[in-house]
């Protein structure tokens, strides 16, 4: 039995960012995730430390030696243990993106020769697609949270505090001490009353750091404030990791619980936006209209926007108007495809039409609008293609803001990821990880890998290159206002009024550095 006498010291590591020289689409944002994780383990009585590579390091970019042609943004690995607490029990790491994986692997690497002792607990979309070849890939783990985190490590915890011991903990994996795949449960099951869950414990001069240097996740004002009103998404669309790592439960917060937080903040921290990182914001228009009548009738004053893409069923005339008028300054729609044949196969569950009507709409109201769209499905088709694009060209000519091409990613957790793995079409090794952090970080590459068998992917990589550049063009061209909207913006120290400004201004700021 081990000693309980005092609860264990967790610290959250989380590594620097990873991208391909010449990437200029590096998202330098607060650890929101750890923010709910270290406020749930406080709220029972446990020590947490953030030691965040990235807040520590912004700006500041270093050669990852294991790699040529790649580089990391955030402090250095040797710098990153300095920072983890020595008396530090428990090391969680965050695997998100499955492109950052051969990084993180070796800091945990080198985390372990200084913490040999301490528990190494991971979790995050990667961990959760991928947990049993993580484990293997990566022997200084010891044990993987998959799916949803907060209860399911509070009680990894609890446990191995009482016993040293955490095989009875479900929704993990692990491996036994005979080098055999365990897993409990399919994955963690999710919190069922969100109100459970405290509100994001941010550290003291955390926030400021970011907000110092002018960083946020989409567009920019002086102090965006990184916000969750939902977890999950209803749908299945098979290029999203979302359905295996929330299954498609999604749950709404209490009203009044969002309203206090604002409000708190608004008096904390002063802010001046909330940027919402839900996987789907807006679904129910009900909903969203009752949230805007309550900012309105709270007189909470501030920009708010939707970096992430939402749907489009619930945004007709009324609701944009209610947007507009309660400060939403930015609005992305996520129609991926223009081809109807190819949003069928992809389950993307909506109509293009009406998404188009309130694309438009938006714009008519004023909004700042952005549509993302995606080519190279493995079953597209030079038809599909092509009208993915002319949508897009239309929209630009529209007047949409932002009108970017992504090439499809085959990440891990997806429906599309599991087909490419069964045909033998996918690795999994260092290759495929370092791909898909070039595959939409760097245009100037033409030698990425695409899983689309009708069109090469240098072709691939040219259309996307051309397009992007040509819709950026376009709305440049025939709305000339924002040639000097840009130009004020690049030389503000804070404001962004797009994606696309927010990133060439970090793109100026980078500090290279030698490792």
Known sequence: MMNTDKKKCVALVRGPIVFKNGSVNNEATPAIAYAYISSYLNKYGYKTVIVDAIKEGLNLTWPFKDR??????????????????KDSDIIGFSAMFSGEWP?????????????????????????????????????????????????????????????????????????NKDNQYCQNGDRTPRIENLNDIPWPAWPEGYLETFWKEGKSYGIATKRDMPFIISRGCPYQCTFCSSPQMWTNRYVLRDMDDIIKEIKYYITRYNITSLQLYD???????????????????????????????????????????????????????????????ILELIKKKL?????????????????????????????????????????????????????????????????????????????????YFFNLTSLNGSYLSTNLISYNSNISSKLIVLIRIVFTLLNYIIGYILYPKRVFRTIKNLFSQKNAATVFEHRLKDLFKRKNIND
Not at 68 to 85: A, M, T, V
Not at 135 to 141: F, I, N, T
């Open 68 to 85: 040529p042609g790649y580089s990391c943004q955030g402090l250095q690995f040797e710098k990153i243990i300095f920072e983890i607490p």
């Open 351 to 431: 109509h293009l039409n009406r998404l188009t009507e309130s694309v438009l709409e938006a714009r008519r109201q004023g909004l700042t609008v952005r549509i993302n769209l995606i080519i190279g499905f493995p079953d597209e088709t030079w038809d599909d293609i092509f009208k993915t694009l002319f949508y897009g060209l239309k929209m630009s000519i529209k007047g949409v803001d932002e009108v970017p091409v992504f090439i499809f990613s085959a990440y891990p957790g997806t429906e599309i990821f599991g087909k490419l793995m069964s045909d033998k079409k996918i690795i999994l090794n260092d290759d």
């Open 103 to 175: 990084v993180l692997r070796t800091l945990i690497a080198k985390v372990r020769k200084s913490f040999p002792k301490a528990l190494f607990v991971a979790g995050g979309e990667h961990i959760t697609a991928l947990t049993e070849y993580s484990l293997r890939d990566c022997p200084e783990l010891n044990v993987c949270v998959r799916g949803e985190g907060e209860h399911t490590f509070y009680k990894l915890l609890e446990t191995y505090s009482k016993t040293g011991n955490f095989a009875d903990i479900e929704g993990i994996g692990y491996l």
């Open 279 to 341: 996987l789907t914001a807006i679904v129910k228009k009900q909903w969203i209209i009752e949230f805007c009548q309550r900012l309105i009738s709270e007189k909470i004053n501030l920009f708010w926007s939707l970096p992430s893409g939402t749907r489009s069923e619930a945004l007709d005339s009324e609701t944009i108007s209610l947007l507009k008028k309660t400060g939403c300054n930015y609005l992305a729609y996520a129609p991926e495809s223009g081809s109807l044949r």
